[in-house]
Nanobody
Framework: QVQLVESGGGLVQAGGSLRLSCAAS????????MGWFRQAPGKEREFVSR????????YYADAVKGRFTISRDSAKNTVYLQMNSLKAEDTALYYC???????????WGQGTQVTVSS
């Protein structure tokens, strides 16, 4: 059974930092890209960042470039999202995702809440 388990969300003041983790299990993800999406209240879910498991190709949404950094630990089957200089508009439920084809999510995590107070 495939599982993506997120952790690391919480409440932080504007300008602060958080690090999200996503532990993947249940299959081999070497042919997948792993990444993060987010959904704020009343808004659609949007892409944040992704990294390909092989090759480590990285993508970011324009809204987070220069502030967020995605990385992976292949030995632990874990993907991280380091979020710095957080803004109130970063407040959302953050989901881990696995994509075999970019833009098509095959697996979702349950989500972890990030709240940034201004």
């Amino acid at each position: 059974q495939v599982q993506l388990v997120e952790s690391g969300g919480g409440l932080v003041q504007a300008g602060g930092s958080l690090r999200l983790s996503c532990a993947a299990s249940g299959r081999t993800f070497s042919s997948y890209a792993m990444g993060w999406f987010r959904q704020a209240p009343g808004k659609e879910r949007e892409f944040v960042s992704r990294i390909t498991w092989v090759g480590g190709r990285i993508y970011y949404a324009d809204a987070v470039k220069g502030r967020f950094t995605i990385s992976r630990d292949s030995a632990k089957n874990t993907v991280y999202l380091q979020m710095n200089s957080l803004k109130a508009e970063d407040t959302a439920l953050y989901y881990c995702a696995a994509e075999k084809r970019l833009g098509e999510v095959d697996y979702w995590g349950q989500g972890t809440q990030v709240t940034v107070s201004s």
